[in-house]
Nanobody, 124 residues
């Protein structure tokens, strides 16, 4: 069974920083991307940052977080991080980790798996 487990969400004041972590575990054969999405109350889930794996790493950031957030990955630990700086109240949301995985049960195609989410609250 494959799991994505997020951690690091918290309550922080505007201007502060947080670092989210997401560890993928289970019968994973390959990972082609990992990323972070967020969903604020009453809003649709939106992309925050993603990175693709392979010979070269490609990064994608939402315009609203460019220059403030940074995504990174520890390949050996199958873990992705999101360093969030200069946080704003508008960043308040549940943050979800996602990964494209091939697993022992489904080895022929990448499928997207999601974590359970971690709450980030930024107070003004």
């Amino acid at each position: 069974q494959v799991q994505l487990v997020e951690s690091g969400g918290n309550l922080v004041q505007a201007g502060g920083s947080l670092r989210l972590s997401c560890a993928a575990s289970g019968s994973i054969l390959s990972i082609n991307y990992m990323g972070w999405y967020r969903q604020a109350p009453g809003e649709q889930r939106e992309l925050v940052a993603t990175l693709t794996t392979g010979e070269s790493t490609n990064y994608v950031y939402a315009e609203s977080v460019k220059g403030r957030f940074a995504i990174s990955r520890d390949t050996a630990k199958n873990t992705v991080y999101l360093q969030m700086n200069s946080l704003k109240p508008a960043d308040t949301a549940v943050y979800y980790c996602a990964a494209g995985l091939k697993t022992l049960l489904k080895p022929t195609a990448f499928q997207t798996y999601w974590g359970q989410g971690t709450q980030v609250t930024v107070s003004s």
